[in-house]
């Protein structure tokens, strides 16, 4: 994964560029800086990250940004989004470009400095805010509100014409942040009010997700306004909370790219750990004693409360997250119909194509001898019985394998059938409804399947490479056998 992103949602800035690549979908890796800590401040971070000591700042495959409208720039131009974000026509282009430079000693500079004044300051300090100050650039922000809702909206729906473009994401996350301190921009501006509105509208649920330190914060201000501490105000539970799901995963593991892929799909917030299994990170004592006592992967952990099986965290994310209701139906029967698959594949697809996956590849890795072929017919056959099933039994009838909806069910089977692919078995051929079934569960998910499952395509345009590695077995193995 290339593209890396440092950033905090306390951060205006880090806020925008982390809804803009979750918005359009652009694969990045968060890497989530502490400001209340002080990680940006450290010799570390100014030394390998930014030497400003600020964030947000992307790192893409080494080609390093340190300012927010830099980036959206170029990630615009670099990553194949729309072209609304950032127009490729001059005129339409140079109108965003407007906002932008616009924006610094305006929008950036005065909603920032309220904010600084009557919440950081004090909050870090604890003396109380200077009013003096607060007026002054209550006043300050007053005018630059009035000349949004006034100039900049006075004819269009959005701040830079008819579509909404990376101005109008700037723009807002730069208006949400006086509200931690208790104020309102949008009291009194209508049209203001209403392009908030469409805002969040057209970047839904990725502004709001964005936007739960600000919503968390503001709530605790208005509860206490007179008597705030950052410990009081934003403790280490609320930072936990904020993005308190984390997910220890590998690609490589079939389980890890289902639930890779649902939290994806589903908007879930997550914090991405993955764990080196080709390093054996998850045989490390650290590893074993922190996350899970089994040695595998995936694992959540869930602000504290762990979970290291598959089907257990799918379950229990459908309950504990606002999600579709077909991923994990609450009716009885067709709840029942999903856990009727997902206990079946256990001894089944998990197993079966897992275990010729397994022989066919691993072993000859691990144990460096050449390939078992009698255990790789016996595990063929066997996978090839658990593919006919799901074939005429569990797709007989219907479009996904536990009714006309997409289920949990088909995102964890899937991955396991994908899994033969590595070493060169098409699990779709000569099975018309089984092929039918995985497009159309990759049509759902994508564009998230497509991107966990690259590693399958890379693994087959390099399958001759372990083709001659096993031909070198059997040649080493015929002249230097291996003692007993």
Same mark, same amino acid.
């Given at each position: 994964m290339s593209l890396k992103l440092y950033f905090d949602l306390m951060s205006q800035p880090a806020r925008a560029i982390y809804i803009f690549l979750t918005k359009t979908n652009i694969k990045f890796e968060p890497k989530r800086v502490?400001?209340?800590?002080?990680?940006?401040?450290?010799?570390?971070?100014?030394?390998?990250?930014?030497?400003?000591?600020?964030?947000?700042?992307?790192?893409?495959?080494?080609?390093?940004?340190?300012?927010?409208v830099a980036i959206l720039r170029y990630l615009s131009r670099e990553k194949g989004v729309a072209d609304h974000?950032?127009?490729?026509?001059?005129?339409?282009?140079?109108?965003?470009?407007?906002?932008?430079?616009?924006?610094?000693?305006?929008?950036?500079?005065?909603?920032?400095?309220?904010?600084?004044?009557?919440?950081?300051?004090?909050m870090m300090t604890g003396k109380?805010?200077?009013?003096?100050?607060?007026?002054?650039?209550?006043?300050?922000?007053?005018?630059?509100?009035?000349?949004?809702?006034?100039?900049?909206?006075?004819?269009?729906?959005?701040?830079?014409?008819?579509?909404?473009?990376?101005?109008?994401?700037?723009?807002?996350?730069?208006?949400?942040?006086?509200?931690?301190?208790?104020?309102?921009?949008?009291?009194?501006?209508?049209?203001?009010?209403?392009?908030?509105?469409?805002?969040?509208?057209?970047?839904?649920?990725?502004?709001?997700?964005?936007? $739960?330190?600000?919503?968390?914060?503001?709530?605790?201000?208005n509860e206490n306004p007179g008597n705030f501490t950052p410990s009081k105000l934003l403790g280490d539970d609320d930072s936990e909370k904020i993005m308190a799901l984390k997910l220890?995963?590998?690609?490589?593991?079939?389980?890890?790219?289902?639930l890779y892929i649902f939290l994806k799909k589903t908007n879930i917030n997550f914090e991405a750990k993955n764990v080196n299994l080709a390093k054996g990170e998850q045989h490390s004592k650290e590893y074993k004693t922190k996350v899970n006592a089994f040695g595998l992967v995936p694992v959540i952990d869930h602000n504290g409360f762990k979970l290291t099986e598959s089907i257990a965290i799918l379950r229990y994310l459908c309950r504990e997250n606002d999600v579709a209701d077909h991923w994990y139906p609450e009716d009885r029967q067709m709840q029942a119909r999903v856990d009727e698959y997902l206990e079946w594949q256990h001894i089944n697809t998990r197993a079966n194509c897992?275990?010729?996956?397994?022989?066919?590849?691993?072993?000859?890795?691990?144990?460096?001898?050449?390939?078992?072929?009698?255990?790789?017919? $016996?595990?063929?056959?066997?996978?090839n019985e658990t593919l006919d099933k799901i074939e005429n039994i569990w797709l007989k009838?219907?479009?996904?394998?536990?009714?006309?909806?997409?289920?949990?069910?088909?995102?964890?089977?899937?991955?396991?059938?994908?899994?033969?692919?590595?070493?060169?078995?098409?699990?779709?051929?000569?099975?018309?409804?089984?092929?039918?079934?995985?497009?159309?569960?990759?049509?759902?998910?994508?564009?998230?399947?497509?991107?966990?499952?690259?590693?399958?395509?890379?693994?087959?345009?390099?399958?001759f490479l372990f083709d001659a590695y096993c031909v070198w077995l059997r040649v080493k193995n015929f002249f230097i056998p291996r003692k007993a």
């Open positions: 502490d400001l209340k800590m002080g990680e940006h401040l450290t010799d570390e971070y100014k030394e390998k990250v930014n030497p400003f000591g600020l964030v947000p700042v992307i790192d893409d495959n080494g080609f390093k940004l340190t300012e927010s974000w950032y127009p490729k026509d001059s005129h339409l282009q140079a109108r965003v470009d407007e906002y932008l430079e616009w924006q610094h000693l305006n929008t950036r500079a005065n909603c920032a400095m309220y904010f600084r004044t009557k919440f950081l300051h004090p109380p805010a200077s009013e003096k100050d607060v007026n002054r650039w209550l006043r300050s922000m007053n005018e630059t509100l009035d000349k949004i809702e006034n100039v900049w909206l006075k004819d269009t729906p959005f701040l830079n014409g008819n579509q909404i473009s990376i101005a109008d994401i700037l723009g807002a996350c730069e208006i949400e942040q006086p509200r931690m301190a208790g104020f309102d921009p949008c009291a009194n501006r209508p049209v203001l009010s209403a392009w908030m509105d469409r805002v969040k509208k057209e970047l839904n649920p990725h502004y709001e997700e964005a936007h $739960k330190v600000v919503r968390l914060v503001t709530k605790k201000f220890y995963y590998n690609l490589m593991s079939q389980p890890s790219r289902a897992f275990l010729y996956f397994r022989a066919k590849l691993l072993l000859p890795i691990l144990s460096g001898r050449p390939p078992n072929e009698e255990m790789i017919e $016996k595990r063929l056959k066997l996978m009838d219907r479009p996904f394998l536990a009714g006309d909806k997409i289920s949990i069910a088909d995102i964890l089977g899937a991955c396991e059938v994908e899994q033969p692919r590595m070493v060169g078995h098409d699990p779709g051929a000569n099975r018309p409804k089984l092929a039918a079934w995985l497009g159309r569960v990759r049509a759902e998910l994508n564009p998230h399947y497509d991107e966990a499952h690259q590693i399958i395509g890379t693994f087959n345009r390099y399958m």
